[in-house]
């Protein structure tokens, strides 16, 4: 095995977990309304996951860990990722903002401050923040 065989490897896995992650928060109101969907099969195109796969992990997200990025803006753009998804059927129902806090803390942001973390990054979603204004305001919330 060569190491860009490894790279890929580990690339392949971060996307399932991230994929995974996005399909708990979609599955968190246990309905998969057609904007997701479509929102889901776009992104499983994006990060290359096949069809057998997609359908494994919409049957059983929980079985595939969270792998935080090693890098601190990386884990930001993955919980702006993940709260996209939950607005992608126009609504935040509490069971979405529980696996949010989940699966932040699973990305490493610290347990004392996720509830204010998660909060945050729906207030910005909401507003259309882009990804750098974001950053931005988790990263100042954050420090708090």
């Known amino acids: 095995m060569s190491i860009s065989d490894l790279y890929s490897s580990g690339a392949q896995k971060d996307n399932l977990s991230h994929f ?4 708990q928060l ?3 109101d246990e309905k998969l309304t057609d904007s997701e969907k479509g929102l889901l099969e776009k992104l499983s195109k994006t990060f290359e996951i096949g069809d057998e796969k997609y359908q494994e992990i919409v ?3 929980d079985k595939f860990a969270i792998r935080p990025p090693n890098s601190y803006d990386e884990r930001i753009e993955r919980l702006f990722k993940l709260t996209q ?3 992608a059927d126009d609504e935040v129902t509490g069971s979405e903002m529980i696996v949010l806090r989940r699966v932040a803390i699973g990305l490493g942001f610290p347990t004392a401050n996720v509830e204010t ?3 945050e990054a729906v207030h910005l979603v909401l507003n259309d923040e ?3 204004e974001f950053t931005q305001a988790i990263k100042a919330v954050n420090k708090s």
């Open 20 to 23: 995974a992650n996005i399909v």
């Open 26 to 28: 979609a599955l968190a």
């Open 59 to 61: 049957k059983d997200a």
């Open 85 to 87: 998804m939950i607005f």
């Open 117 to 119: 973390i998660c909060d």
């Open 130 to 132: 882009d990804l750098e």
